[in-house]
């Protein structure tokens, strides 16, 4: 049997790269607007970072890390997720000695081992953005106003933003408490993993995906009903700024995250139509990690955004954000002199920024005129031996078969062509 590409891992193929890039590309300009610069983490990091900074008891940790002992008997892991290693390079790299907040996004492959399905994988994608040093709650809003932003200007509608705020050590164990006498009362009532989460982590059990645990949440105590003066002051504050700028928005007491790093501020984005995996970005403050990771004390927020989901949920409606890139010219010739004249004129006009294409099997000049429809080439310039005598020749436009005479000499003349093709203007 031939070898296939492993569970829960995609190709993204050349007809949906260029998707990728878009969204990329304006993912980074949406950062740069903000002042958030690029970090660049490795992809394995020391297994103890993610035991410790997402917390022993959560789903990644105890049975979705790919975790492997390396040929130095070291204990490693792939990132499952992007804010613990942000947090060991902030501290490990001294970036609380440069202006604070230290603020950084990040761009690559996260590791899971999950049950693969639609919208989740074994290796996805995120997009992250943290901001290191401030408790300041217009940052908690900058987290969810920035992927927004990524969202509309890849034209995506109708998703529902979910906030909550999970307290603090002063007073989320009450909370805790709170939380775990009620369930204990009917513990036998939840699943298998709940009646184990209720002793660990109750807050986990408000996250539980079967049915029978969410019935019986109707009535449990909220969170946001028994935090501290501080954190119910800074989700007052994030919420005035939130009103402030129209950004409309859902209070969720029910919604904890994945983590245990979190205090205060917790959201998620989702897309309604998505089905089960529905979340599309979520994060929150998690003022407590970087001293957990070994750091002085200090506040901290992010968020991650899963771009195979933005994708999906781009695919299921018509964009235009996605325009196939199409090749400029495809340049025909006969072989021989008229391929050497081919080969030197491709090589200016690429030079100047053009996408052109040559013939590179060997095909008849008809056969080549197919592959330039068949890539959706703007235009064509055949090149035979009269061409190559004259310095002269045909460009012909592929969508109207409109036809001008350029000078074969005069690589200016062709690159005005070009723009005028791009454009889907007359050529004459
Ligand atoms: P998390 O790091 O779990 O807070 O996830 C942040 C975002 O990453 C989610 O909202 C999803 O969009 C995306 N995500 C998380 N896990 C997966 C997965 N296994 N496959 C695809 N996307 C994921």
């Known amino acids: ?38 970090l660049r983490t490795p992809i394995f990091e020391h297994t103890e970072l993610f035991e410790r900074g997402i917390g022993e008891t959560t789903d990644i940790v105890e049975k979705e890390m790919y975790t492997f002992i390396d040929r130095g008997n070291r204990s490693m892991t792939l990132r499952p997720e992007g ?31 999950e049950r693969p399905q639609a919208g989740r994988y074994r290796q996805f994608t995120q997009f992250g953005v943290e901001a290191l040093g401030s408790s300041d709650p217009m940052l908690d809003v900058e987290m969810i106003t920035l992927p927004i ?24 164990p009450a909370y805790r408490k ?19 989460r209720i002793e660990r982590n109750p807050l986990r059990v408000l996250d539980c995906k079967v049915k029978e645990c969410q ?30 700028l129209d950004v409309k928005y859902v209070i969720n007491p029910k919604l904890v995250r994945g983590f245990d790093y979190y205090t205060k501020t917790v959201f998620e ?58 090749p400029d010219l495809f340049l025909a010739q006969f072989g021989g002199a008229t391929k050497d004249v081919a080969i030197a004129l491709a090589h200016k006009l690429r030079d100047q920024g053009l996408w052109v294409e040559l013939d590179y099997m060997g095909k008849s000049l008809r056969a080549q005129m197919k592959v330039a429809n068949k890539l959706n080439c703007l235009g064509v310039i055949v090149i035979g031996e009269d061409e190559v005598a004259q310095n002269r020749a045909k460009l012909r436009k592929m969508s109207t078969s409109e036809e001008i005479e350029i000078d074969l000499n005069h690589v200016e003349q062709v690159e005005q062509a070009v723009v005028k093709l791009r454009e889907g203007q007359v050529l004459a």
Request: contains cysteine; proline residues 5%.
């Open 83 to 113: 804010t613990a290693p942000v947090v060991r390079a902030f501290l490990e790299n001294k970036l609380y000695a440069q202006a604070m907040p230290a603020k950084v996004y990040y761009l690559g492959a996260m590791f899971r081992y």
């Open 149 to 172: 932003k990524v969202y509309q200007a890849c034209g995506l509608e109708g998703f529902k933003v979910h906030i909550n705020s999970i307290g603090c050590p002063d007073c989320r």
């Open 1 to 38: 049997m031939s070898v296939t590409r492993p569970r829960g891992t995609n190709d993204v193929l050349p007809d949906q790269s260029y998707k990728w890039q878009i969204v990329e590309a304006k993912i980074r300009e949406i950062c740069h607007n903000f002042g958030y610069q690029e």
């Open 269 to 326: 984005i989702i897309v309604p139509t998505l089905g089960s995996q529905n979340a599309i970005g979520g994060g929150g403050r998690y003022d407590g990690l970087v001293a957990e990771c070994g750091g002085e004390p200090q506040p901290a927020v992010g968020f991650a955004v899963g771009l195979e989901r933005v994708l999906l949920s781009l695919a299921q409606k018509e964009t235009t954000v996605f325009q196939a890139p199409k």
């Open 215 to 244: 019935s019986l949440l109707a009535d449990i105590p909220l969170v946001t009903e028994s935090l501290c003066k501080n954190c119910g002051d800074h989700f007052a504050q994030v919420r005035t700024y939130l009103d402030q």
């Open 178 to 196: 709170a939380l775990q006498d009620k369930f204990l009362a009917q513990q036998e009532a939840f699943c298998m993993t709940c009646q184990g």
